[in-house]
T-cell receptor, first 113, second 112 residues
Framework: NAGVTQTPKFQVLKTGQSMTLQCAQD?????MSWYRQDPGMGLRLIHY???????DQGEVPNGYNVSRSTTEDFPLRLLSAAPSQTSVYFC????????????FGPGTRLTVL | EDQVTQSPEALRLQEGESSSLNCSYT??????LFWYRQDPGKGPEFLFT???AGEEKEKERLKATLTKKESFLHITAPKPEDSATYLC?????????????FGKGTKLSVIP
């Protein structure tokens, strides 16, 4: 199993540009989520999904869009990038039924100029 | 007010010098407390889940304990390869079932 994969690993955008961060998992997990990690702050939840076709907002959803068309994929879209979105983004997944570990991807480091 | 507070922010230990990291939480209705390890440039790696006060879990040189308002991660005779940032997170009844609320982490450096 590859686990949770994310692409790209690094990205530089100009203010106003759009892009999609990709996340995929091969563990058949129902729950997937996106976090951002900023210096001096804990990881913060952006959006999450409890299954295909179902998404909801987390703590810091503004400026981000998500969809979940399959169990495996959960892309994060930045519609009009802003410097405040410079961060490291992590995707995570877990199976329902317990409160056990969530598996995190390797992250995407995004810089918005 | 932060819901999850970790201390210290940074800790330098000599190889073999045991110590503890602290994670205190203010949320009600705790469902689970999680410890993760994060190496530079990588995603968090799961270590432990604790569910109720009095519970303990061990893995190699690490032992996690839980009380009603805090958790400790004890590191016994650490080695340089234990150097990393250790993250604490909770899930609780006032948030989504699987939503993790993280502390800011403790950066551990183990000097040979």
């Amino acid at each position: 199993n590859a686990g949770v994969t994310q692409t790209p690993k690094f990205q530089v955008l100009k203010t106003g540009q759009s892009m999609t961060l990709q996340c995929a998992q091969d563990m058949n997990h129902e729950y997937m989520s996106w976090y951002r990690q900023d210096p001096g702050m804990g990881l913060r939840l952006i959006h999450y999904s409890v299954g295909a076709g179902i998404t909801d907002q987390g703590e810091v959803p503004n400026g981000y869009n998500v969809s979940r068309s399959t169990t495996e994929d959960f892309p994060l879209r930045l519609l009009s990038a802003a410097p405040s979105q410079t961060s490291v983004y992590f995707c995570a997944s877990t199976a329902f039924g317990t409160y056990n570990e969530q598996f995190f991807g390797p992250g995407t480091r995004l810089t918005v100029l | 007010e932060d819901q999850v507070t970790q201390s210290p922010e940074a800790l330098r230990l000599q190889e073999g010098e045991s110590s503890s990291l602290n994670c205190s939480y203010t949320v009600s209705g705790l469902r689970g407390l999680f410890w993760y390890r994060q190496d530079p440039g990588k995603g968090p790696e799961f270590l432990f889940t604790l569910y109720s006060a009095g519970e303990e879990k061990e893995k190699e040189r690490l032992k996690a304990t839980l009380t009603k308002k805090e958790s400790f991660l004890h590191i016994t005779a650490p080695k340089p390869e234990d150097s990393a940032t250790y993250l604490c997170a909770v899930t609780y009844s006032g948030a989504g079932s699987y939503q993790l609320t993280f502390g800011k982490g403790t950066k551990l450096s183990v000097i040979p």
